[in-house]
């Protein structure tokens, strides 16, 4: 099966495509439709995530066109106030809308989607990378600590949110190489 993983751009079509495949996955997973306090950023995609530049969305497609995942990041936005000393605007990033339509699990795609937001969030020079989840949902918690996330607050509420971060780790390996070129020439 061929997988393209795209960037959202500013096509209505697409748009309107991301946000059905959204909704259909938020009825599926957790039960309810379109609830104002939650899904802002759904229903405005270009204002959180296309328009600002160091934020991003991106989706999955199979060959016929078809969404089989998405994930957004943006810059973090919240005012949590146990969070305050922690995460900046400037320097963390947050990891919204991760879904995997579930034909296509347990294939090392959210991973993919995954990898693809750190890689943007570390070109544009956040430090760190902020989330929340619930421990209801399957698998969910076991797959952010895969990715490296550690637990910041286990808020212990009716919904059973857990607060995530992780660092992006910067290696800078210098492209001349040049002790390398040396000892071969050795
Ligand atoms: C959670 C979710 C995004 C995982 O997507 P995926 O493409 O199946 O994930 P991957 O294949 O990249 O999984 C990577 C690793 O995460 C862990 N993992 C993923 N799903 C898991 C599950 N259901 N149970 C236990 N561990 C799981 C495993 O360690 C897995 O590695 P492995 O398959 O080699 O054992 C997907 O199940 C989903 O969309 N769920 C509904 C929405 C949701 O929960 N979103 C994320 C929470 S905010």
Redesign the pocket.
Known sequence: MNVVIKELGNDSKEIKDVQDFLFK?IKK?FGYDYVPEWHQDIVNLEEYYINPQRNNFFVAYLETGEIIATIGIRAYDKDFPEFRHLYSRDTTSSIWR???DER????????KMFQIAENFANGVEFKNIY?H?HKT????L??WT?MGFVVALDSNDELETVHMDKEIKRLDINPLASDFTYAVKL
Request: charged share 25%; glycine share 10%.
């Open positions: 996955m997973e991760l879904f995997v296509c699990r347990r294939c090392g795609l959210a991973s989330l989840t949902l399957p698998g969910a076991e797959f895969k």
